[in-house]
């Protein structure tokens, strides 16, 4: 057995040094912060690694958007499998600015004020919805010009393009994506405002479609090509899923890192371990894998530092 180490830090402590030190102390969720780390380290030094990133929205409506964004720009990341709503902060945030709240202010008041709450990130109609329909009409219909039916992942790298004479166009997680050829997978693309407004385009266009299968095609071919896959799983849902369930077709994940505030007693797949999907397939029986607890504005950062 190895022993418990205590250990200090200082005010010369560099974050990476805290985490080594989080490994010595063998204690609680900061083991789990150590493990995930030198996980992390891993799949990047495998070079036959396929490296994907999901999440949720919500998250890119905090400054972890920046995170997230130089991934893609320096490539630590392969694919990312995400929610509609991602799109929506991060087109919305290019022109307009969110800010910050509090989680226990009143949601009434704020109504009447035409202010949005995610949890304690504040939203402004004029910020989120408003906006997005004034700048987002104008490019579904150029690219409704160019082509009538596309496949999702190709649609968001046509939006990076579209954007990328902005001036804060380098801020965006999607001008990224686009110019590294990376691509962002939506299994649910119409659950947000990016996708309502390609709805409404629709209302009078019927022959703009989405070809969903091709995604689902791309993203397939990606993971059974690769001779080892690994995975970043924030939170759980159908970005989660849509991961696992893929790579079971190549008898699981060999890398996979979860961090997720929901429990496993419920049976949710948000909360369930990365230890549950070997039962499924989904994760290999060898894999080195670990499920972390905790938000994941504060553990991402410190995991992948």
């Given at each position: 057995?190895?022993?418990?180490?205590?250990?200090?830090?200082?005010?010369?402590?560099?974050?990476?040094?805290?985490?080594?030190?989080?490994?010595?102390?063998?204690?609680?969720?900061?083991?789990?912060?150590?493990?995930?780390?030198?996980?992390?380290?891993?799949?990047?030094?495998?070079?036959?690694?396929?490296?994907?990133?999901?999440?949720?929205?919500?998250?890119?409506?905090?400054?972890?958007?920046?995170?997230?964004?130089?991934?893609?720009?320096?490539?630590?990341?392969?694919?990312?499998?995400?929610?509609?709503g991602t799109l929506d902060h991060d087109l919305a945030r290019l022109w307009k600015d969110y800010y910050q709240g509090a989680f226990n202010m009143d949601d009434s008041e704020l109504h009447q004020k035409g202010i949005n709450r995610l949890g304690n990130i504040l939203v402004p109609n004029e910020c989120y919805g408003e906006v997005l329909e004034e700048k987002l009409q104008p490019i579904i219909k150029k690219l409704y010009t160019q082509k009538k039916v596309w496949n999702v992942h190709e649609l968001?790298?046509?939006?990076?393009?579209?954007?990328?004479?902005?001036?804060?166009?380098?801020?965006?997680?999607?001008?990224?994506?686009?110019?590294?050829?990376?691509?962002?997978?939506?299994?649910?693309?119409?659950?947000?405002?990016?996708?309502?407004?390609?709805?409404?385009?629709?209302?009078?266009?019927?022959?703009?479609?989405?070809?969903?299968?091709?995604?689902?095609?791309?993203?397939?071919?990606?993971?059974t090509d690769a001779k080892t896959a690994g995975a970043v799983m924030l939170g759980g849902g159908i970005s989660k899923h849509h991961v696992i369930w893929f790579n079971q077709f190549r008898e699981g994940l060999d890398y996979a890192i979860q961090i997720s505030t929901a429990v496993e007693y419920d049976g949710s797949l948000s909360g369930a371990q990365t230890r549950e999907a070997i039962s499924w397939g989904k994760v290999k029986k060898d894999a080195t894998h670990v499920t972390v607890e905790g938000d994941v504005t504060v553990l991402l950062p410190l995991i992948i530092i």
């Open positions: 057995m190895k022993s418990v180490k205590d250990y200090t830090i200082t005010d010369k402590t560099t974050i990476k040094e805290l985490v080594k030190h989080f490994g010595d102390a063998g204690g609680f969720s900061a083991k789990k912060v150590f493990q995930a780390s030198k996980i992390y380290q891993k799949m990047q030094s495998d070079k036959d690694c396929f490296k994907i990133l999901s999440h949720p929205a919500c998250i890119v409506s905090t400054g972890l958007r920046g995170v997230i964004k130089n991934l893609i720009k320096t490539k630590q990341v392969d694919a990312i499998m995400t929610t509609c968001i790298w046509a939006f990076g393009e579209a954007i990328k004479d902005e001036p804060h166009a380098k801020d965006t997680i999607i001008y990224w994506a686009w110019k590294n050829k990376i691509p962002i997978y939506l299994p649910g693309p119409l659950d947000g405002a990016w996708g309502a407004q390609l709805w409404n385009f629709w209302q009078m266009h019927r022959d703009f479609n989405l070809n969903l299968f091709e995604d689902d095609q791309d993203f397939f071919i990606r993971v």
